[in-house]
């Protein structure tokens, strides 16, 4: 995994995915890269990075305040590489205290560009220490469970009785869903369906997500802004944030107004807290599982997983879908000639080539020692066969760089078989037979270096 750090505007274009900021991440940029002091390039690369959080390219991972300055840590997540930032914290911040404005601040009191958030979390003797140890056991006994679904099921039901709430919603982000890096069916399963909007509605939940604070109406009868017509009752939203991320928010409703008082607050704070670090983890442990550590992208399992649910849409939706198995030609001679280190320097340099010829919605993995496989779905076989061949040749043309001083690069080619779902193949099996053992065989039969469709084996 390759640990980079952004310290000028060249560095960015080539670490960050700059080509998927929308308008405003793009004037962002502008501004950033005309920037010539050190200092404030740094902390403008780091807004442009969140930015690039916020629309779901990236994900911050960590950040470490010591010695005056903060250290931030980013995963860029097409290319899955790790990018790292140093900027200095003012030489000076006077602590501000709120001042008494109740439990949380409402949507009518609070100022529409401040942040909205509790006293209760402010103060090391309110509210937190009123929780009794009864519920600390529960909440901590939710991290025991090996299922992210169950366990946030057990926050949920927990919450429900502790704060007598009527209804409970947990919601996933925009970044996370838009995320091509993560698996997170199981936090899915748990999240709220439309009909939650009342509990916590879209307009509220992305204000929640953006500042990362909590939002609380009293009666949403004086503030109906974003409710239907006729709702009545109180709210409250906390963001699911660990380490200045948030995964989502957690809300509770209930159908009384001034239902949740400042210890319940507190309680709701520290569960959607709790339930972020569980979904923290989870994320971990997946990248673990699901990422090659060798090439940096996703490895067979994963690959086998995605394939299946992608047969599954294409039958749900009468949808198309290609399947790529590429395999590098000669590639023993490489390890044979310089060795294992060479050869993994190559093999990580082609899993980067295939991320950077891929779509955002395409999937690319390492399928197997030199294979590799790539999922597009909604494609047709002209299309596959255009992503195949851009893949092909852009590793025919790239010297690659081995670290041996007997060969510092090398020429390497591939092979690459193709079919379509449900044209070619009438499941997975069958899909990737027709890939690999038909279409990958007549691509190396005919001479190595080029790539063939099932199709074209039918003539």
């Not at 009909?195 to 004086?222: H, T």
């Not at 060798?294 to 039958?315: A, P, S, V, W």
């Not at 023993?332 to 891929?358: C, F, M, P, W, Y």
């Not at 001083?405 to 690459?416: F, Y």
Request: aromatic content about 6%; hydrophobic content about 40%.
């Amino acid at each position: 995994m390759r640990k980079l750090t952004p310290s000028s505007p060249e560095l960015l274009t080539k670490l960050l995915p700059l080509d998927r900021l929308d308008e405003d991440g793009l004037a962002l940029y502008r501004d950033v890269a005309a920037l010539t002091d050190e200092r404030a390039f740094r902390e403008g690369a780091v807004r442009l990075m969140d930015r690039l959080c916020e629309l779901g390219y990236m994900r911050r991972l960590s950040r470490t305040e010591a010695d005056g300055s903060v250290s931030l840590k980013y995963r860029n997540l097409l290319t899955l590489d790790t990018v790292s930032i140093s900027v200095e914290l003012p030489r000076t911040v006077e602590p501000q205290r709120a001042e008494p404005v109740g439990p949380l601040q409402t949507a009518e009191s609070a100022p529409e560009s401040g942040r909205i958030e509790g006293t209760a979390d402010r103060r090391d003797d309110g509210p937190r220490a009123a929780m009794s140890l009864s519920l600390l056991r529960a909440v901590a006994a939710s991290s025991r469970r090996t299922d992210l679904a169950g366990a946030l099921g057990h926050l949920y039901d927990l919450l429900k009785e502790a704060v007598g709430a009527d209804r409970v919603a947990l919601s996933m982000s925009k970044a996370l869903v838009n995320s091509q890096a993560t698996n997170l069916t199981e936090f899915r399963d748990v999240c709220a369906s439309e009909e939650d909007d009342q509990v916590a509605p879209p307009q509220i939940r992305e204000r929640v997500e953006a500042n990362g604070e909590p939002f609380s109406i009293e009666d949403i009868r004086r503030d109906s802004r974003h409710f239907p017509a006729g709702a009545r009752g109180s709210l409250a939203i906390a963001p699911l944030k660990a380490e200045a991320y948030v995964y989502g928010t957690l809300g509770v409703w209930a159908v009384r107004s001034h239902s949740f008082d400042a210890n319940s607050l507190a309680i709701l704070q520290f569960v959607a807290e709790f339930a972020a670090g569980l979904i923290k983890r989870r994320l971990e442990v997946e990248e673990l599982i699901f990422v090659d550590q060798t090439c940096q992208i996703h490895n067979r399992r994963y690959f086998d997983e995605q394939l299946e649910r992608e047969i599954e849409r294409c039958k749900r939706t009468g949808t198309s879908m290609a399947l790529l198995i590429g395999d590098l030609d000669d590639f023993k001679l490489v390890n044979d000639t310089l060795g294992h280190a060479a050869g993994d320097s190559v093999l990580r340099q082609v899993g980067k080539i295939l991320s950077e010829n891929a779509r955002q919605v395409d999937i690319v993995a390492r399928y197997g020692g030199e294979e590799f496989g790539v999922i597009l779905p909604d494609v047709s076989q002209e299309g596959a066969f255009v992503v195949a061949e851009r893949i092909r040749s852009t590793i025919a043309m790239h010297a690659f760089i081995t670290g041996s001083e007997q060969q510092p690069t090398w020429d390497m080619t591939i092979s690459i078989g193709g079919a379509i779902y449900p044209l070619d193949a009438s499941s997975k099996i069958d899909l990737v037979d027709k890939a690999d053992r038909i279409a990958l065989y007549q691509a190396k039969r005919l001479g190595k270096n080029r790539a063939t469709m099932y199709q074209d084996t039918q003539s």
